[in-house]
């Protein structure tokens, strides 16, 4: 990693919050002075000067170095920032309190000051062989019941048409099966009254297509090469499958709860102090992430809060819990990863960033690179570093039968649902 151009000093503040000396070196700032202006340059005219061809030392002298100036450290502001938190390694919570310095003179270094809230930092308690409630999946009747509705629906809406057959089609049909060379139906290959989707995929390769084009009353000899296996033969083996694919689906639930409740288990040992302002930081920051998603989505802010019926400070507020129980938890686990040592292998790094490198059409070696220039790794590896304090006390949790639901607790959650 190329070394920060910014140099930093911290200093620890009260309720979770440090200020940050960062000074930008002279020759750094001369360099992005010296990019400002020829790209100011570019839009100017001068006489004796082609366009776009004006040397950067005239642009100064011709709008003043102040002017200059201002615009380079506007422009490069947001990236000094970034290398500043990534030289001192605090993890950030809501945004800085940012203090800009004097400009100075050529020659002379510029300083920049910011005082924003960080992680808590957690006295952990015992985190290793915790016990955590942990559920046995399984594939809910209703849902198994609903979805075989859902396909039943699906069926029948159909429309009886008089054009031949083609893709997206059903057709029903009588049909009798002999094996090549021989007269008489082999066993199981005789069936009437069969509804079939043309283009659908679900039949031996070629009986589909050899429907196509069709039309009611026509008889039609097909020669197929039977695979090894086919679809569904009774109702009995759809339903069963439905299931089996509900019960894994629930199993990565029942596992992400348990894991949540193993550190939460730990959260309870641990002892940790978030103050007020950090919550409501770390609420905005959550609500932000989300208000940036709908967006994407199409659905912009104010629209979002007319939607809710609520105010930005009532959602704010609702979110604080959320919040809290976020910082908790990140702070233990920070605290584990310092207590074991725990670091990023490079195989662990290229494998995480190995979907987007698929996405972005780049190698996770490049993309890595990019990240690292960027300022950006240091989430990646923070994010990979608490993963792996999850699975160290996960693998060392002990799973218990959940506590049943009492008929009130039952009630006050409906109630809680109504709300």
Do not use: C
Request: charge should be negative; hydrophobic fraction near 35%.
């Amino acid at each position: 990693m190329p070394a920060a151009v910014v140099s930093t000093t911290v200093t620890e503040l009260p309720e979770s919050r440090v200020r940050v000396e960062a000074q930008i070196p002279a020759d750094e700032l001369e360099r992005r002075i010296d990019q400002v202006a020829r790209s100011l340059g570019r839009d100017m005219k001068m006489p004796g000067f082609r366009a776009g061809k004006i040397p950067s030392k005239v642009v100064v002298q011709r709008l003043g170095r102040e002017v200059v100036l201002d615009e380079a450290i506007r422009a490069t502001l947001g990236r000094w920032y970034v290398q500043a938190v990534e030289e001192t390694g605090i993890q950030t919570v809501g945004d800085p309190d940012l203090s800009l310095g004097d400009q100075g003179g050529p020659g002379e270094p510029w300083s920049f000051s910011f005082e924003v809230g960080v992680r808590p930092v957690a006295t952990l308690g015992t985190y290793k062989g915790l016990e955590a409630p942990r559920r046995e999946p399984a594939a809910d009747e209703e849902i198994v019941n609903g979805q075989l509705d859902e396909l039943r629906e699906r069926m029948s809406r159909l429309e009886t048409v008089e054009e031949p057959a083609g893709e997206g089609d059903f057709v029903v049909m009588d049909y009798v099966g002999t094996l090549a060379g021989e007269d008489e139906p082999f066993e199981g290959g005789t069936g009437s009254d069969q509804l079939i989707e043309l283009g659908s995929g679900r039949l031996i390769p070629g009986f589909e297509e050899g429907l196509s084009g069709a039309s009611a009353g026509d008889d039609r000899t097909v020669e197929l090469s039977f695979p090894d296996a086919a679809g569904f033969e009774t109702l009995d083996e759809l339903r069963e499958d439905i299931a089996t694919r509900l019960k894994e689906q629930d199993e990565q639930r029942a596992d992400a709860e348990f894991r949540e409740a193993v550190l939460d288990a730990a959260v309870e040992q641990a002892t940790v102090e978030v103050p007020n302002p950090l919550i409501r930081a770390r609420s905005a920051e959550l609500m932000e992430r989300m208000l940036h998603n709908l967006e994407h989505q199409g659905i912009a802010r104010d629209m979002y809060f007319q939607i809710a019926g609520k105010t930005e400070d009532e959602l704010l507020e609702e979110g604080s819990e959320e919040a809290e129980r976020t910082l908790e938890r990140e702070a233990v686990l920070a605290a584990i990863v310092d207590a074991e040592d725990l670091e990023p292998s490079d195989s662990d790094i290229l494998d995480a960033l190995q979907t987007s490198a698929v996405r972005d059409e780049t190698t996770p070696e490049k993309l890595r690179e990019r990240l690292e220039k960027a300022g950006r790794l240091d989430d990646l590896l923070d994010d990979l570093r608490q993963r792996a304090a999850l699975d160290l006390i996960v693998e060392h949790a002990t799973a218990v039968e959940p506590e049943p639901v009492t008929a009130d607790e039952t009630s006050a959650a409906a109630d809680s649902g109504d709300a």
